[in-house]
């Protein structure tokens, strides 16, 4: 055997002596991904990069010191204010880690590896900000705007579902969906939805489902993963299938946390697979409710109508009743007695009134004559006064006599008379002829 | 695909139903249009009832472009199968 030809242990130990001289301590930067955590309290991962990855573990021993959580900056020593997360819960697939430790060659697999010392998280991962800047462009191009969203239909007839045809995903729409909805017709168009390939396959589905236009709404939907697992939904290429559907498109993928760049161009999002199931179909039970409401309204409704009817009838035959002849008849003669009625009551009052209206004008004419006959008296005792003072006769009480010719002429003169003539003399109780012896008129 | 006729019968019949209950509520039929409108809500209500006891989704799965029965597999694969997957 040749001396330069080595056993593999000789290989694997040179190999082991030039490395880890190389490399006592390193510090690298890189994304985890394939975490697993054994119940040996052992951590393993790998770093890697857009070319590259290393195996990585953390030894339970070593996790010991970070556990208690970090107050000071292990690559540059600046002291923190306060204590930072421990490494070990910010530790996921996806994350981009700063890792300090030395390079070991891990002899029974032929593998280098890096043994962990200290552990520091460097933010987000390289995925999530490839996810920032495609979502950035994607919502420039308008693929997440909400006036494009289309309204899924209720209770779904046609549904064209594109997930792994075996699966969590699957098994959990199916078995939500199986209490819902009235009875649908689901079409699987089966897509891997990790690795590779899923992303050109998923798009496939969107593609076949689209042409072929049977289907109501497109269902995409897978169950959670890492954000590398549900990558294949951050590409492009799946976003821009789903952004041209022509068919509306109902995303559930990962699990509530988890949104991906498919979900935000559907037009709707579900949380989780079982959710999309919710979506799509009212449970059973609602619309036996709702079909036990609508049977209820028929009864009562018909059972209106009915009563409607009846009371109209009724209504109908009490309007007949009064109109008929004998109605007419018996209304007449009561409005007939009603007017003899108030007419024997109304005869003697008017006849009452008009009595005393009667007496009331007897009463006025009688003292209006008894006035006028006063009134009369009293002027006749008026005139007689006044008749009785003109009497010629009245002065031959006081003594004086009225002297008259023979001819009865009043004497009013000497010259009427002659010596000798009979004159007649008028006294108050008596009458005497005289002869005129002288006449001396004066 | 019978995408017209049958499908739909559950959502039809029920819209039917709803529009023969306004319609008594509100129109002025005469008697015996209301009873035939009350008989087919009847016979409406007891095929959506029977359609949904009986209801249940139908699985196929769209192969060499045709749509062939589907039965998923009963065994379960983790939703988050953990690592070992990696290029």
């Known amino acids: 055997m040749p001396e330069n030809i080595l056993t593999v242990r000789e290989l694997t130990e040179r190999l082991r002596a030039n490395l880890e001289g190389a490399f ?23 770093l890697k990069d857009r070319e590259a990855q290393i195996q990585c573990v953390w030894f339970a021993q070593q996790q010991k010191r970070a556990s208690r959580g970090q107050d000071f900056d292990p690559l540059t020593g600046e002291v923190y204010d306060g204590p930072r997360p421990s490494p070990l819960s910010v530790l996921r697939n996806g994350a981009t880690m700063l890792c300090a430790g030395r390079i070991s060659v891990y002899a029974a697999r032929g593998q280098y590896q890096l043994v962990v010392e200290l552990l520091q998280d460097e933010g987000r991962g390289m995925l999530a900000q490839a996810f920032e800047e495609r979502k950035r462009k994607l919502m420039e191009l308008g693929y997440f705007a909400v006036e494009r969203k289309r309204l899924l239909p209720y209770d779904a007839k046609r549904v064209a579902l594109i997930t792994s045809a075996a699966g969590a995903a699957i098994h959990d729409f199916l078995t939500l969906g199986a209490q819902r909805g009235s009875g649908a017709q689901i079409c699987l168009f089966p897509a891997s939805v990790q690795g590779n390939a899923a992303a050109a396959e998923i798009v496939t589905a969107l593609h076949r489902a689209g042409a072929q236009g049977w289907a109501q709404v497109i269902v995409l939907i897978r169950g959670g993963g890492s954000l590398e697992d549900l990558w294949p939904f951050n590409e492009e290429a799946v976003a821009e ?11 559930g993928i990962g699990h509530e946390v988890d949104v991906t760049l498919a979900d935000m161009t559907a037009d709707a999002r579900a949380a989780t697979p079982s959710h999309a199931a919710q979506l799509l179909w009212p449970p059973r039970t609602e619309l036996a409710q709702r079909l036990d409401d609508a049977c209820g309204a028929l009864r009562r409704a018909a059972a209106g109508r009915l009563a409607g009817m009846e009371r109209s009838l009724q209504e109908q035959t009490k309007a007949l009743r009064w109109l008929s002849p004998s109605r007419c008849l018996a209304r007449l003669r009561e409005r007939l007695e009603r007017m003899l009625c108030a007419l024997e009551k109304t005869l003697p009052q008017r006849l009452a009134g008009a009595g005393r209206q009667l007496a009331q004008k007897r009463d006025m004419l009688h003292a209006r004559i008894l006035r006028s006959l006063e009134r009369r008296e009293h002027a006749l005792a008026r005139l007689t006064l006044t008749v009785e003072n003109a009497d010629p006769l009245a002065p031959l009480k006081k003594g004086y006599a009225l002297a008259s010719a023979a001819n009865g002429d009043i004497l009013r003169s000497v010259r009427q008379v002659a010596p000798g003539q009979e004159i007649h003399v008028r006294l108050d109780n008596g009458r005497l002829s005289a002869i005129v012896s002288v006449v001396r008129p004066e | 695909m019978n995408e017209t006729t049958e499908e739909n019968l559950f959502e039809r019949k029920m819209t039917r139903l709803q529009d023969i209950v306004d319609a008594l509520e509100s129109d002025d039929l005469p008697l015996e249009k209301s009873m035939s409108l009350y008989k087919e809500g009847l016979t409406c209500a007891s095929f959506c009832k029977e359609r949904l006891e009986k209801a249940h989704h139908e699985l196929t799965v769209w192969q060499e472009g045709e749509m062939k029965p589907f039965a998923p597999r009963e065994e379960e694969e983790p939703s988050d199968p953990a690592g070992g997957n990696a290029p």
Request: charged content about 15%; proline content about 9%.
């Open chain 1, 24 to 46: 006592p301590f390193v510090w690298v930067r890189g994304e985890v991904t394939n975490l697993t955590r054994p119940g040996s309290g052992h951590i393993y991962f790998s």
């Open chain 1, 241 to 251: 299938a789903v952004f041209r559907s022509r068919i509306p498109v109902l995303a």
